[in-house]
């Protein structure tokens, strides 16, 4: 207490001294990481894995329950689950990156677009975003699958992807509002430097961690919305192995019990998801961290 | 900003209402129409696969197929002023007339999930909120982040497959067991288990929203000096952190009265629920026009109206916010 009326209590331990006393794997989501890099091997790795062909119908064997030679049991058409997670989750897998890829590149663009432009077109922008908010995601989804006929991974991916990428506009546009006044920006400017470079070097590593989380939850919701259009029967045919196309079969396995059809993807599904939304998290609680109060 | 009269200000929001109905309705309609697939099969049946060229040349004209997508557009509209909004191909009736049977189970399903959501909500937030990151909020928190990742199809075939298939607890689907409508005991039963998705798929959303709403407050100033003052720290929460986190609280419930009705369009589909989810899929998949037009129309209304209620109620508890054309913290998270 070097001075006169220093105000008495705790001295709160500062940010450094905390951080030094962890270990390095405290505070970071360990266990999802871990889980994720094993679903993720096991995808992308299948062809090791797999003990049958996941598109072979073995007619003889349908609705099997789990057992030594079909360790997750067989579906309605007689195809092996265990194969078929692990072949199926890559297309899941590509899907959610693909269309969290587009849904992040439209975003930026249009956010950064708006956000530059000056404030009628601006706010023309951003009503646009709003009405298409505003749309039931599911019902816009629908829409444009039927416009682009049969579904495929490609084509999924596309309407997954350009219907999701408002809520990143909107946060890249806040940003930009604010950083296009900045010294470095404006110098930029008049060196010449192009609107993609401006935003590629000056504004992206500004606004980066501010949406990082949100393009990771994208990647959730990507995947939840492909299992659910291929559950309705408008996404992903049945010969289409994907988790969403395996629970199109489960009106079926309800009707015969058949619990490990619908459980075993659905697990499989569900972990997947838990685990890329603690990494979401995680990213978002480090981008802003505050101490309480109370 | 500068004041402006309350007739400017209401004339305002009722102007931009209009002007985005009529977007919406063109939007819908020719997306619509240009999407895919035979309305005749929708109005005929099978038999439309028959149809000699001629007959089906009758047919589209008697059904205002043949016109361009404007003059449609045009008709559609006109009519829609007088209240006339076209038959459903596939049940034969007036649009409105099948979309009023339905509407009311809807209604029910969505308004008690609502109720029951946001209740819960409030509970469970504040609950987390006293006890941040102790046992008990982790636990929650932890449990919650599962079911918030559940998918809402998903959790709804599990429902059914341990309540109806094996423990033949309850009923796997539909708003009444055939022939006995009307019983109330019955009609419970058939809402427990689509409710019990519902709520489970959206609660912790919510809850974790006003839980950070409120922790957010807690790094106040004020918190702080309530705190040397000795004031408990639960009445602290309560009475100022939980004040202060409600406006934001309610215009989100405003918001979110669409995003839980379309939740439970999937979780009606699944329980074959007859509510306007199941209609307006059947619409989407069998092309029927006039009834999906209508279906959109109504949740794209519902969506203007609730998001501008919200920005209203914020206006008017936080006048802050006039000034600030950004909502903030009304993003999807």
């Known amino acids: 207490m070097k001075e006169q009326f ?36 096991g995808c992308f790795a299948c062809d090791l894995i797999m003990t049958k062909d996941p598109a072979y119908l073995d007619l003889k064997n349908f609705n099997v329950a789990p057992n030594r030679e079909f360790l997750f049991g067989t579906d309605s058409m007689g195809r092996d689950i265990f194969s078929m997670i692990w072949y199926g989750g890559r297309t899941s897998l590509v899907i959610g990156i693909v269309a969290t890829a587009l849904s992040a590149a439209v975003g930026i663009i249009f956010g950064a677009l708006s956000g530059s432009m000056p404030e009628w077109a601006d706010g023309v922008l951003m009503r646009f975003t709003e009405i298409l908010l505003s749309v039931p995601g599911l019902l816009l989804v629908v829409f444009l699958q039927a416009i682009l006929g049969k579904a495929n991974v490609l084509s999924i991916s596309f309407v997954i992807g350009i219907t999701s990428w408002m809520s990143i506009a909107k946060v890249v546009r806040t940003e930009v509002r604010e950083l296009r006044t900045r010294e470095y920006v404006i110098v930029s400017k008049c060196m010449g430097g192009g609107f993609f ?34 559950f309705m029967g408008l996404g992903l045919p049945v010969e289409e192995i994907s988790w969403g196309s395996m629970l199109s079969l489960s009106e079926n396995a309800l009707l015969t019990n058949a619990w490990w059809i619908i459980l075993i993807p659905g697990m499989f599904l569900l972990i997947t998801l838990v685990c890329v939304t603690d990494l979401g998290n995680y990213l978002r609680r480090r981008f802003n961290r505050k101490e309480s109060n109370l | 900003m500068i004041k402006q009269s309350k007739g400017v200000y209401y004339g305002k929001k009722i102007l931009l209402f209009i002007l985005s109905v009529f977007l919406l309705s063109a939007a819908v309609f020719f997306i619509s129409r240009l999407a895919p697939g035979d309305p005749l099969v929708s109005y005929y049946g099978d038999r439309a696969e028959r149809m000699s060229f001629q007959e089906r040349q009758w047919a589209e004209e008697k059904l205002g197929l043949t016109d361009s997508l404007p003059v449609q557009y045009i008709r559609w509209l006109g009519r829609a002023f007088q209240g006339d909004f076209g038959i459903s191909y596939k049940y034969k009736r007036d649009v409105t007339e099948v979309i009023g049977e339905r509407v009311g189970n809807t209604l029910i399903l969505g308004g008690i999930g609502f109720l029951l959501i946001f209740g819960l909500a409030l509970l469970l937030g504040v609950f987390c909120a006293l006890h941040e990151e102790q046992l ?15 998918p809402e199809f998903w959790l709804s075939l599990l429902l059914i497959l341990i309540f109806a298939v094996n423990l033949k607890w309850l009923p796997s689907g539909g708003a009444y067991t055939v022939g006995g409508a009307g019983e109330m005991g019955d009609r419970i039963r058939h809402l427990i288990l689509p409710l019990l998705a519902v709520v489970t798929g959206h609660l912790w959303y919510y809850a974790y929203m006003i839980r950070n709403r409120i922790l957010e407050e807690t790094r106040a100033d004020y918190v702080l000096l309530a705190r040397s003052k000795g004031v408990k720290k639960s009445s602290i929460l309560l009475k100022h952190c939980l004040r202060n986190a409600l406006p934001s609280y309610f215009s989100i ?10 939740g439970t369009y999937m979780i009606e589909m699944v329980f074959s629920y007859p509510g306007i989810g199941t209609l307006a899929y059947e619409s989407a998949r069998y092309k029927d026009y006039n009834l999906l037009m209508v279906l959109c129309m109504l949740s794209g209304i519902g969506v203007i109206l609730c998001s501008m209620a919200a920005q209203i109620i914020n206006e008017r508890i936080d006048p802050r916010i006039r000034n600030n054309p950004i909502m903030e913290g009304m993003e999807e998270g």
Not at chain 1, 210 to 221: D, G, P, S, W, Y
């Open chain 1, 197 to 230: 470079h401006i935003l590629w070097k000056h504004l992206t590593p500004n606004f980066i961690s501010a949406i990082m989380f949100m393009v990771i939850l994208n990647i959730r919701n990507a995947i939840v919305a492909e299992s659910a259009l291929s």
């Open chain 2, 253 to 262: 419930m405003a918001i979110s009265v669409p995003h839980i009705l379309g």
């Open chain 1, 6 to 41: 220093a105000i008495v209590g705790i001295i709160p331990a500062s940010e450094k001294e905390r951080v030094q006393k962890r270990k390095w794997y405290q505070g970071k989501p360990v266990f999802p990481m871990v889980f994720l890099a094993l679903i993720i091997a």
């Open chain 2, 136 to 150: 008990t909020d982790r636990i929650i928190c932890r449990i919650g982040i599962v079911t918030s990742c559940i």
